[in-house]
Protein backbone atom coordinates (compact mmCIF):
# COMPACT_ATOMS: atom_id res chain seq x y z
CA UNK A 1 0.00 0.00 0.00
CA UNK A 2 2.05 2.81 -1.24
CA UNK A 3 -0.46 5.38 -0.25
CA UNK A 4 0.57 5.44 2.94
CA UNK A 5 4.48 6.45 2.04
CA UNK A 6 2.46 8.86 -0.20
CA UNK A 7 0.74 10.50 1.99
CA UNK A 8 3.76 10.77 4.25
CA UNK A 9 5.68 12.30 1.76
CA UNK A 10 2.43 15.09 0.88
CA UNK A 11 2.36 16.01 5.05
CA UNK A 12 6.06 16.81 4.44
CA UNK A 13 6.27 19.10 1.69
CA UNK A 14 2.88 20.82 2.79
CA UNK A 15 4.69 21.14 6.53
CA UNK A 16 7.86 22.30 4.75
CA UNK A 17 5.67 24.76 2.50
CA UNK A 18 4.11 26.30 5.59
CA UNK A 19 7.26 26.96 7.45
CA UNK A 20 8.97 28.20 4.16
CA UNK A 21 6.28 30.86 4.58
CA UNK A 22 6.25 31.26 8.15
CA UNK A 23 2.79 30.29 8.25
CA UNK A 24 1.32 28.21 11.87
CA UNK A 25 0.03 25.04 10.52
CA UNK A 26 -3.13 24.96 12.50
CA UNK A 27 -4.18 27.47 9.94
CA UNK A 28 -4.44 24.81 7.23
CA UNK A 29 -7.95 24.28 5.82
CA UNK A 30 -6.94 22.59 2.24
CA UNK A 31 -4.65 20.64 0.04
CA UNK A 32 -6.13 20.26 -3.51
CA UNK A 33 -4.02 16.49 -5.17
CA UNK A 34 -4.06 14.94 -8.61
CA UNK A 35 -3.10 11.43 -8.94
CA UNK A 36 -3.02 10.20 -12.53
CA UNK A 37 -4.72 7.01 -13.14
CA UNK A 38 -1.18 5.37 -14.09
CA UNK A 39 -0.24 6.23 -10.35
CA UNK A 40 -2.18 3.15 -10.01
CA UNK A 41 -3.61 5.01 -6.43
CA UNK A 42 -6.42 4.23 -4.71
CA UNK A 43 -8.08 8.00 -3.69
CA UNK A 44 -9.69 6.59 -0.60
CA UNK A 45 -6.39 4.95 0.48
CA UNK A 46 -4.59 7.72 0.18
CA UNK A 47 -7.11 10.01 1.65
CA UNK A 48 -7.45 7.81 4.35
CA UNK A 49 -3.23 8.16 4.68
CA UNK A 50 -3.78 11.80 4.27
CA UNK A 51 -5.77 12.36 7.28
CA UNK A 52 -4.05 10.03 9.63
CA UNK A 53 -0.63 11.68 8.80
CA UNK A 54 -2.12 15.55 9.24
CA UNK A 55 -3.37 14.38 12.44
CA UNK A 56 -0.40 13.19 14.16
CA UNK A 57 1.25 16.43 12.44
CA UNK A 58 -1.21 18.28 14.67
CA UNK A 59 -3.15 19.48 11.56
CA UNK A 60 -6.42 17.94 12.51
CA UNK A 61 -9.06 20.07 10.45
CA UNK A 62 -7.31 19.63 6.85
CA UNK A 63 -9.55 18.40 4.17
CA UNK A 64 -7.86 16.65 1.52
CA UNK A 65 -8.83 16.59 -2.25
CA UNK A 66 -7.89 14.58 -4.73
CA UNK A 67 -8.49 14.63 -7.99
CA UNK A 68 -8.16 11.51 -10.53
CA UNK A 69 -6.33 12.73 -14.06
CA UNK A 70 -7.35 9.96 -16.60
CA UNK A 71 -5.44 8.37 -18.89
CA UNK A 72 -4.52 10.59 -21.99
CA UNK A 73 -2.77 9.26 -25.01
CA UNK A 74 -1.99 10.87 -28.42
CA UNK A 75 -1.59 8.63 -31.88
CA UNK A 76 2.28 8.37 -32.78
CA UNK A 77 0.74 8.13 -36.58
CA UNK A 78 -1.64 10.81 -37.03
CA UNK A 79 -1.78 12.62 -33.76
CA UNK A 80 -5.08 12.45 -32.37
CA UNK A 81 -5.30 13.05 -28.90
CA UNK A 82 -7.91 11.04 -26.71
CA UNK A 83 -8.80 10.65 -22.63
CA UNK A 84 -8.63 6.69 -22.03
CA UNK A 85 -11.73 4.80 -20.59
CA UNK A 86 -12.24 1.34 -20.06
CA UNK A 87 -15.62 0.36 -20.93
CA UNK A 88 -17.92 -1.02 -18.26
CA UNK A 89 -17.80 -4.48 -17.82
CA UNK A 90 -15.14 -5.11 -20.60
CA UNK A 91 -12.32 -6.93 -19.91
CA UNK A 92 -9.71 -5.83 -22.83
CA UNK A 93 -8.42 -2.56 -22.90
CA UNK A 94 -6.85 -1.14 -26.07
CA UNK A 95 -5.09 1.77 -27.04
CA UNK A 96 -5.08 1.75 -30.72
CA UNK A 97 -6.00 4.93 -32.56
CA UNK A 98 -10.06 5.18 -33.86
CA UNK A 99 -9.23 7.12 -36.26
CA UNK A 100 -6.34 5.66 -38.08
CA UNK A 101 -6.12 2.27 -36.55
CA UNK A 102 -2.35 2.58 -35.31
CA UNK A 103 -0.94 0.97 -32.44
CA UNK A 104 1.37 3.21 -31.43
CA UNK A 105 0.37 5.15 -28.39
CA UNK A 106 2.34 7.99 -26.52
CA UNK A 107 1.05 8.26 -22.84
CA UNK A 108 0.48 12.32 -22.73
CA UNK A 109 -1.92 12.22 -19.18
CA UNK A 110 -1.98 10.25 -16.38
CA UNK A 111 1.20 9.91 -14.62
CA UNK A 112 1.12 12.89 -12.66
CA UNK A 113 0.52 13.27 -8.87
CA UNK A 114 0.81 16.84 -8.27
CA UNK A 115 0.09 19.14 -4.70
CA UNK A 116 -2.35 21.52 -6.86
CA UNK A 117 -3.21 24.16 -3.94
CA UNK A 118 -2.30 24.38 -0.18
CA UNK A 119 -4.83 26.49 1.60
CA UNK A 120 -5.15 28.22 4.69
CA UNK A 121 -7.35 30.19 6.88
CA UNK A 122 -6.98 34.15 7.51
Wanted: charge should be neutral.
Amino acid sequence: MHEMGLAANVIDIVLAELEKRNIDKSRLTAVKITAGKMMQIVPESLKFGLEIASRAAGMPKAEFIITEAPLKIRCGSCGREECMRRASGAEEFSMACKKCGANTPQITGGREFTIDSIDVAD
